[in-house]
């Protein structure tokens, strides 16, 4: 009888490892379930033996030598250097397809290989070869996901490892691109919304330059021949001196920017600098809003997606937490995850945290008393995404006057302080 050895998670989401002697690959899952664990990984380690010590021992052979076959697999973790990632809306479209062919009855290995012929985008080309000869040489689609961190992150390599597991594989495609297109047209609104401030503020900057470095240098000149002795106005001294800075160390200044910048993402990869910066970015008026709403959306939209999927609820909130993108939010799940994990409710450290509102912390809890959390996480992330669109509005209609005025005080502040030594010059006529 086949031997099967296998990776599985218990209930508090401790590994286990063992090797069972059954018919078949779905007679080891039913085993391992039955046996309350969550299956991870199965693979056949023995053929049945035949009749006679020879070919027992090539059965051995063969066995013995299996494992260096996987090691060769793991070679083609290495990459060649300038051949970055893939975009997020390519490799939907290519999640998206490869879904539709698996679910349309053509096997994996074809779909694959009929998507490589038809990609353009030249690494994700290549990736779906590499993808295809990993399968070819006996790797199950997760694990030549896995050779692929840069493209296929945990939650894209665990959810297709639990529909293969399950025999759903078609459905958990589905899921996936239906969560990437969700979030990409999330990502899309905030990047629409952030348009406009942004190129409101690079024109105020670029006006300021031109002022401060030709503009305001003229009037010096004009003031020199008209004062009679007569000191400027202190104002005025005050915005020639700035004008006379910047125009005599232009390359100070952009070095001090650039300098300034450098600082700012080096602190950003300490971990106090980061949870500073995010929680500030959380609570900063007008925009923070818009960012804890994102967080809410994404935090529900990807637990409730893994665990409907099949993932246990432990491995689905590291992965969670992996892919949070704030490190508040992060600790956050990291609690709820000790919390799950020592058998009690998620609700508790939801709102010890502080970050998710009264609403979220009643949804969860009714869905993980009615059995239903799944659902009931899609449903806020579903809420969320109408709440980010109202958020993203809010903020646009803000913002838009802000820096309008903000532009006004600035550059009408320059204009007042150069027409105060004239008008003082009109006074004294």
Known sequence: MPRFSY???????DESKG????GTQNEAITRIKEMGLYPMSIVEVDKPKEKGGGKAKAGKEKTAAKPKGKKGQISLNIRIPGMGGVKSKVLTTFTRQLATLIDAGLPLLRGLRVLERQERNANLKRIIGELALSIEGGSTFSEALAQHPKVFNRLFVNMVKAGELGGVLEVVLNRLAEFMEKAQKIKGKVIAAMFYPVAVLVVAVAIL???????IPKFREVFEGLGEGKPLPAFTLLVLGISETVKNNIILTTLSVVG????FKLLLKTDLGRRIFDKFKLKVPVMGPVVSKVAIARFTRTLGTLVSSGVPILQSLVIVKETSGNVIVANAIGAVHESVKEGETITAPLEASGVFPPMVISMVD??????AL???LLKIADNYDEEVDNAVSAMTSLLEPIMIVA???IVGSIVIAMFLPLIDLMNTL
């Open 374 to 376: 799944p659902e009931m």
């Open 366 to 371: 009714v869905g993980e008393q009615t059995g």
């Open 7 to 13: 990776k599985a998670l218990d209930a508090k989401g």
């Open 260 to 263: 300034a910048f450098i600082v």
């Open 407 to 409: 532009l006004a005080v």
């Open 19 to 22: 090797v069972l002697e059954v």
């Open 209 to 215: 330059l031109v002022l401060m470095v030709v503009v």
